[in-house]
């Protein structure tokens, strides 16, 4: 199975920072299927991005995904108080789906 | 608007089997896409544990596939989940989910449901 590993694990940022989160599988990710997920206490994830780059619908265009092969790249331009949470990376280009386990966007 | 709710007990006896149900409103499970069941607990992080196809095929993690059954009721719009055999390290917070493009895609999710292993 693909391991997926993100870094950093905790990240501290202030509110209108750049968050950078970085995903690294241990295989290339098949199709280039890679989602990223927020999840808040008490929450279900919440799905941002698939195929690697393609924001979901009414996902703010603040949230960026980028990358292939596999490293991948999760950019939040400016953060609002909302985006801190933890965020997840999975892969779905082959079974099975394996998840990151996760970096953590604190407020600083 | 489709909704995915989790429903089942909430409490399973060591060696007993887990089944949980998702009813899906909004969207017909026989019509497209994959129908899965993830989990999450402090230990293990979050864990694909497997899917059905709205045609009926089955794609399981080998972790755990010689205890799971995934199945569609097409008649109820619903999709449910058994493990056997469960274990304290089965405890978890059970999401059904809906994915388009591979078995293991998870692009929409259930609230999720509490499922814990005890005596």
């Known amino acids: 199975e693909i391991v997926l590993t993100q870094s950093p694990g905790t990240l501290s940022l202030s509110p209108g920072d750049r968050a950078t989160l970085s995903c690294r599988a241990s295989q290339s990710v098949g199709s280039n299927f890679l989602a990223w997920f927020q999840q808040k206490p008490g929450q279900a994830p919440r799905h941002l991005i698939f195929a690697a780059s393609s924001r979901d619908a009414g996902i703010p265009d603040r949230f960026s995904g980028s990358g292939s092969g596999t490293d991948f790249t999760l950019t939040i331009s400016r953060l609002e108080p909302e985006d801190f949470a933890v965020y997840y990376c999975?892969?779905?280009?082959?079974?099975?789906?394996?998840f990151g386990q996760g970096t953590k966007v604190e407020i600083k | 608007q489709t909704h995915l709710q989790e429903s089942g007990p909430g409490l399973v006896k060591p060696s007993e089997t887990l089944s949980l149900t998702c009813t899906v409103s909004?969207?017909?499970?026989?019509?497209?896409?994959?129908w899965g069941w993830i989990r999450q607990s402090p230990g293990k992080g979050l864990e694909w544990i497997g899917s059905?196809?709205?045609?009926?095929?089955?794609y399981y993690n080998p972790s755990l596939r010689s205890r799971v059954t995934i199945s569609l009721d097409t008649s109820k719009n619903q999709f449910s989940l058994n493990l056997k055999s469960v274990t304290v390290a089965d405890t978890a917070l059970y999401y059904c989910?809906?994915?388009?493009?591979?078995?293991?895609?998870?692009?929409?999710w259930g609230q999720g449901t509490l499922v814990t292993v005890s005596s």
């Open positions: 989910v809906r994915g388009m493009s591979s078995p293991a895609a998870a692009g929409f």
């Open positions: 059905v196809s709205h045609t009926g095929n089955t």
């Open positions: 909004g969207y017909s499970v026989n019509s497209d896409y994959f």
């Open positions: 999975q892969q779905y280009g082959s079974t099975p789906g394996t």
